[in-house]
């Protein structure tokens, strides 16, 4: 009786404690919605995939979600992603894209929000860059992205070249006006001219005049590069019946200056890519650099950068026309993310989507230097923390946002990486002296009107229609007169 | 008797000349081996030690050639965080399996038309040509056919591309070293009592294996940098070492000089090895190979 009495105990004492276990609070750690759960993202560099390593834990701590990142190297990214999604289905939940490709991609994105409703969720899309959330989000106005890396360009300058008083003096006698940050194509062509090849840090280096990144890669470095100077002269990439406007006056003087000002550029800039000139701007070998905004965060790390304080910040030069400076900075092209229309996990993907794109996360992705991920969020912008970053992150975060009102887009079509690819392969053609400008537009323009005719003019027409009023509603409209004026 | 005198003086100022000469030669023979070795050995001495040098010295002036204090973290953080040790299997894997594929599969078909003529010389020119078309204008229909067949992101998939597309070249060579081989040590061994498979397994291998291990060779290597297959009809879980390495070396290097470093270090590194293994066969295959007029 004893040892029923014994077991009996035992056995109540066994079976409370599993109650207890069941029906105890659990840590907050084990609150995970969708524990077991794995998405797979599909990215276009190891840095981005880095990027999302700096979120993974708290996505799993909060959803229980482990996200698995493959990685395209940006070359293949399109051609792959696409043949994959034109195939009909997708081994990807989560899809990085370059929304100048939105025209392609978008069919095979789920719109977001049917989710937003039946998940509740919440995207802040009013935080977002109105810019950004103008031209990166939807598709056939439907809402298929979130925006993951605000690219556009600003300027950069190293103060010590522009303040010392014996290069003040030594300019002023040459140009015969004040040497300063160039406001004008014009102003940072003469200053490429002037620092070239002289100490004009106090030292007895040969330094360099500027900066650049002309590598016709996938990307489309030099074709980002000209098409600042491009906009300014008043270019546009067609007109309403698609005829390229790319081998226009303005176009061919945009051109011929880069062509002009090119010894006044480290060697090798033909073969820049993203980092090198932000490399030799932080160890003070060129004065001027007009690059992505990811740049300011090594312009600010002391472990790697002499100019530390030393640094300003601005708008991307423009033209001046008629008595005022007209600035085009570029969207350069920035970065979204989707979930895949062909995902069997979209409940879960969605709200990986929502979680990375909080402004406390998202806000991590984009301070973090190693990420080369840019501010796409207003909160972003004004955080306190990334205001106090490094010394002068307030200035270099308002130069962000005072290049807002001017940036343009790339031509957001399908094919848009088509035409991008050809005609920066053409103006690298230009730059290394093979071609003439005016030869490499006229044949880059040739080649637009090949991609429009094997894309179909109709389609072509009425996508850029769209984009064309997008643009004009941005103040962007093609201004013939402009590249004869322009100072 | 002037001249006599003289003689062995010119013959003397000769032979000083000629060593003079003969060691001129040699400065310059070995200057220019040197220089050929630092324009050839000098990128990838810079990347293996950017892979060891720590963040602070990858754009240091005056340069760091050698990093003081060496470390793999790098190496680390490329297996940890970007799935290198994956990588890494899966090249050595498809790779190796390709390799011998290609060799199991070549052997006979070159044996046949080395033998019997087999095919009657269509079969043999049909290989060429197939190695005459460019990957890039296949890649479109193969990805659709294995897509529907299920192959994609499968090492079976890779595997079987690489094979088919290394025979052509597998079997010429192999063509070429059997043609060399006396058919009369094979019939001896036949009439010993060997069938012709043992007669070809035990006798004539053994001796054309200089030749199998430059097939082999070529085969590894080419299947460990091919890129244009690992990247179209991989995924995640099959994805090669190339296509690590050009993940990091494309795009923009940016922040990541080490782990880009370590990973161009591992891309090379097997290829090299296996040649240097085999380095003994290659230099006896290549000769042997040469041999046919």
């Known amino acids: 009786m004893k040892r029923f009495a014994l077991l009996a105990s035992i056995a109540v004492v066994v079976v409370g404690l599993a109650v207890l276990a069941t ?3 659990r840590p907050a750690g084990a609150a995970r919605p969708y524990e077991g759960e794995t998405i797979r993202a599909v990215v276009n560099a190891e840095y981005v995939k880095y990027s999302l390593s700096l979120v993974e834990k708290d996505v799993y701590d909060k959803l229980g979600i482990k996200i698995e990142t493959e990685v395209i190297p940006a070359d293949a990214f399109v051609a792959k992603t696409l043949l994959e999604f034109n195939s009909g289905s997708s081994p990807w939940d989560l899809v990085m894209f370059g929304p100048s490709n939105m025209p392609d991609y978008g069919r095979h994105f789920e719109p977001l929000e049917p989710w937003i409703a039946k998940l509740k969720l919440d995207f802040g899309v009013d935080d977002i860059v109105p810019v950004f959330a103008k031209v990166m989000l939807r598709y056939q106005g439907k809402l298929v992205s979130m ?3 605000g690219d556009i360009h600003i300027m950069y300058w190293n103060k010590v070249a522009f303040e010392r008083a014996d290069n003040k003096k ?12 160039p406001k004008t194509w014009k102003q940072w062509d003469d200053a490429a001219e002037f620092f070239h090849g002289w ?18 890669s996938g990307s489309g470095y030099s074709y980002h590069w000209w098409r600042s100077r491009f906009f300014s002269y008043g270019g546009q990439y067609f007109d309403k019946d698609m005829k390229p406007l790319i081998n226009t006056a303005a176009a061919v003087r945009a051109l011929d200056e880069m062509v002009r000002t090119m010894p006044y550029y ?3 800039v033909l073969l820049f890519e993203s980092e090198e000139p932000k490399t030799l701007l932080v160890k003070g070998d060129i004065p001027l650099l007009y690059t992505w905004t990811s740049a300011g965060k090594r312009v600010g790390n002391p472990a790697e950068s002499v100019i530390v304080g030393k640094a300003g910040f601005g708008l991307v030069p423009g033209a001046e026309i008629d008595g005022k400076v007209v ?6 092209p920035g970065r979204g993310m989707a979930v895949s229309k062909y995902s069997k996990k979209k409940e879960a993907t969605m709200k990986v989507l929502e979680f990375i794109s909080l402004p406390d996360q998202s806000l991590k992705i984009v301070m973090d230097a190693k990420t080369i991920m840019d501010p796409w969020r207003v909160s972003h912008l004004r955080s306190p923390i990334f205001r106090k970053a490094f010394p002068d992150a307030d200035k270099y975060l308002d130069a962000i946002e005072a290049s807002f009102p001017y940036l343009v887009p790339d031509p957001v079509i399908p094919a848009a990486d088509e035409y991008q690819r050809k005609l920066s392969f053409e103006i690298t053609e230009a730059l290394a002296k093979r071609k003439s400008a005016k030869d490499a537009l006229d044949i880059a323009a040739k080649e637009w009107d090949k991609i429009t005719e094997r894309r179909g003019l109709e389609k072509q027409r009425a996508a850029w229609g769209e984009k064309l009023a997008e643009m004009k509603s941005l103040g962007i409209e093609y201004h013939p007169d402009w590249a004869a004026k322009a100072k | 008797m002037a001249i006599a005198i003289e003689r062995p003086r010119i013959a003397a100022r000769r032979v000083k000349r000629y060593r003079v000469h003969r060691a001129l030669g040699h400065v310059l023979t070995y200057l220019g081996l040197f220089a050929a070795l630092v324009f050839f050995l000098g990128p990838f001495f810079w990347i293996v030690t950017t892979s060891l040098k720590g963040n602070e010295d990858f754009f240091a002036f005056p340069p760091v050639w050698i990093p003081a204090e060496p470390s793999l973290a790098h190496y680390v953080a490329l297996f940890t965080r970007s799935s290198g040790a994956r990588y890494f299997t899966n090249s050595l894997v498809i790779s190796s399996l390709s390799m011998v594929a290609a060799l199991v599969v070549s052997l006979p078909t070159a044996y046949s038309i080395a033998r019997w003529r087999f095919g ?3 079969l043999s020119t049909l290989l060429l040509v197939l190695r005459m078309l460019p990957a890039i204008a296949l890649i479109i229909p193969i990805y659709i056919m294995y897509k529907m067949l299920g192959l994609t992101n499968s090492y079976l998939g890779l595997v079987i591309i690489y094979t088919v597309l290394y025979i052509p070249f597998a079997v010429w060579l192999l063509v070429g070293f059997l043609r060399d081989f006396p058919v009369e040590i094979e019939e001896a061994a036949m009439i010993d009592g ?3 498979l043992r007669a070809l397994v035990q006798v004539v291998v053994p001796i054309i294996a200089p030749g199998m291990a430059v097939v082999a060779l070529f085969a590894f290597i080419a299947t460990w940098n091919e890129f244009l297959f690992a990247i179209v009809l991989t995924g995640i879980e099959t994805k090669t070492m190339m296509v690590l390495v050009t993940s990091f070396t494309t795009g923009g290097t940016d922040m990541f000089y080490g782990e880009a470093s370590a990973s161009v270090v591992l891309g090379v590194l097997p290829a090299f090895a296996v040649a240097f293994m085999l380095q003994r066969y290659l230099v006896k295959g290549l000769a042997l190979g040469g041999t046919k007029g």
């Open chain 2, 194 to 196: 060997c069938s012709r």
């Open chain 1, 327 to 332: 600035h085009r900075p570029a969207i350069t």
């Open chain 1, 266 to 268: 480290p060697p090798g």
């Open chain 1, 23 to 25: 029906f105890a609070p």
């Open chain 1, 199 to 216: 100490g004009w840090d106090g030292s007895d280096r040969k330094l360099f005049g500027a900066g650049a990144s002309y590598k016709p």
């Open chain 2, 120 to 122: 009657g010389g269509f």
């Open chain 1, 147 to 149: 925006p993951y890396d």
């Open chain 1, 170 to 181: 030594k300019f002023k006698a040459k140009y015969a006006y004040d040497l300063q940050p």
